[in-house]
């Protein structure tokens, strides 16, 4: 070594993501969503952020609950792909490292560079309520959108998911009493207390929207989350209700 040269140490490395599959398939989900222009990638983007923190191996999408910012529906798409990885590499497939033909989870690519006319048949988001085409019955007619009529108990059930689903911190679910509460102000009916000379409440509503699959009812005591098609309609609600131009109003 030269006179006066500094020898610099050895930075230590950077522990790796000791679940490198899960992180690979939620980075191409949260790359599907950019590339649609759908709010989506943003749950998935926490949910990355969450798992690079998690220190320990996990063995299974439902076991990925208990961390932040894994909702039901990002837990069911990894066990999806994890069914996948056993049937093409075999039931003893190492799931804590990367197969060897498999390359290592490709970076965020801004949506501005990306194709938003990729083929839909491509996204894998889809398999968990993704938007897709209205649908049409036999003889053309167009199966119009279930759309919520503004200051309903459906409507106001679906903002406030999706605006707790955007607040810092959020655990991506509220219980029953929690949603009452803060689903109110948006209502013009009472969620607690039925109207004269009926037994129905706003909170009836929330049944349609499980039935439609726009929201998830899990554990005891009850915690309601949004799934991906209903956070898609509540965006658009948030928007403005753009979406009740094209769609079915209902209460």
């Known amino acids: 070594m030269a006179p006066g040269t500094v020898r610099l140490g050895r930075k230590r490395p950077v522990p790796a993501c000791p679940n490198p599959l899960f992180l690979r398939w939620l980075t191409e989900l949260r790359d599907t969503a950019a590339q649609k222009g759908q709010q989506t990638q943003h749950s998935y983007n926490k949910a990355i952020s969450s798992l690079r923190r998690y220190p320990l191996p996990l063995r299974s999408g439902r076991e990925a609950k208990i961390l932040q910012n894994f ?12 069914e996948q990885h056993y049937a093409q590499h075999g039931p003893d497939a190492p799931i804590h490292s990367l197969p060897e033909d498999t ?4 970076g965020p690519t801004h949506p501005r560079h990306r194709h938003r006319s990729a083929d839909r048949s491509q996204d894998p988001t889809l398999s968990v ?5 209205p649908k049409r019955k036999k003889g053309g007619v ?8 503004k200051s309903s108990g459906g409507y106001a059930v679906l903002l406030t998911l999706y605006r707790h689903e955007q607040a810092p911190g959020s655990q991506g679910f509220l219980l029953k ?19 004269p000379g009926s037994r129905y409440t706003a909170w009836s509503s929330v049944s349609t929207l499980i039935q439609r699959e726009l929201v998830m009812k899990t ?7 949004l799934t991906e098609k209903g956070r898609e309609l509540a965006e658009k609600l ?4 753009s979406a009740a131009a094209t769609g079915a109003v209902e209460g």
């Open 71 to 82: 909702g039901d529906g990002i837990c069911r798409l990894l066990d999806q792909r994890l």
């Open 103 to 106: 390359n290592p989870a490709p």
């Open 129 to 133: 309520g993704g938007a897709s085409p």
């Open 142 to 149: 167009r199966v119009r959108e279930y759309v919520p009529q």
């Open 177 to 195: 009493s929690e949603l009452q509460r803060e689903a109110q102000p948006l209502c013009d009916k009472s969620f607690t207390v039925p109207e």
């Open 219 to 225: 554990h005891s005591p009850a915690r309601y989350s």
């Open 238 to 241: 948030a928007r403005g209700g």
